[in-house]
């Protein structure tokens, strides 16, 4: 399930099953969106990213769906692994080049054997 | 492969002390590069944005005589916390933005960050 603790909300998976990670972005004017993975330790790693002209876009095993009427961003994973631990952060950015990033507070995904 | 190098990627010194720490595009020209901080269990937020040639543009309440920015090249930023102190401590990550053209499909790439103690 998902629970909201002091810090990192955090979502608990079973291994194999989908996971859903959510993000609201606070500017209705960001016209890009990034999807990033962070590890212990470690930079963020790009997964995915969409512009404000699509609502959906989809990669290996990841898809992305925005929602610009309630300024939702939601990250969907397929057949969690354990390699998918970590720490995901949504980005949103004004420009098309996607400078001035805005980092979300971040989703701890937690996956169970 | 990692196109951003970021160097040292761990640090402990004593308070006072200033410290650099050194962001590389290996593949690629960087004109522009960004510095973020984050602590423990938050997010990254950008403290500055570094033009190669130019003044770094700081974000709302990073002091700018605190944490220096230079930009010489177009493959190097470093940054120098000036006389750093225990709050100081965090993680520090640079990323460079990518170019226009080129097989990069992403806006920026990213180091792995610098983890900074301060005695």
């Known amino acids: 399930g998902e629970s909201v603790g002091l810090h990192l909300p955090t979502l608990s998976v079973q291994e194999g099953d989908n996971s859903i990670i959510n993000c609201a972005y606070s500017n209705s004017a960001s016209d890009y969106f990034i999807w990033y993975k962070q590890e212990s330790g470690k930079g963020p790693q790009f997964i995915i990213d969409?512009?404000?002209?699509?609502d959906k876009r989809q990669g290996q095993r990841v898809t992305v769906l925005l929602n610009k009427t309630v300024k939702h961003l939601s990250l969907q994973i397929a057949a969690t692994q354990p390699g998918d631990s970590a720490v995901y952060f949504c980005a949103e950015s004004k420009d098309n080049y996607g400078q001035n990033f805005v980092f979300g507070p971040g989703t701890r995904l937690s996956v169970l054997p | 492969g990692a196109v951003v190098s970021q160097h040292p990627s761990w640090v402990i010194c004593k308070s006072g002390t200033s410290v650099k720490i050194e962001c590389r595009s290996l593949?690629?020209?960087?004109?522009?590069m960004f510095w973020y901080r984050q602590f423990p269990k938050q997010s990254l937020m950008l403290m500055a944005t570094?033009?190669?040639?130019?003044?770094?543009?700081?974000e709302q309440g990073v002091e700018k005589d605190k944490f220096l920015i230079n930009h010489a090249s177009l493959t190097l930023s470093t940054l120098t916390v000036t006389s750093a102190h225990p709050e100081d401590s965090s993680f520090y990550i640079c990323?460079?933005?990518?170019?226009?053209?080129?097989?990069?499909?992403?806006?920026?790439?990213f180091g792995d960050g610098t983890r900074l103690s301060i005695l």
């Open positions: 969409i512009r404000s002209n699509m």
């Open positions: 570094s033009n190669e040639g130019s003044k770094a543009t700081y």
């Open positions: 593949d690629f020209q960087a004109t522009t």
């Open positions: 990323s460079a933005r990518a170019p226009l053209t080129g097989a990069l499909n992403q806006p920026q790439h």
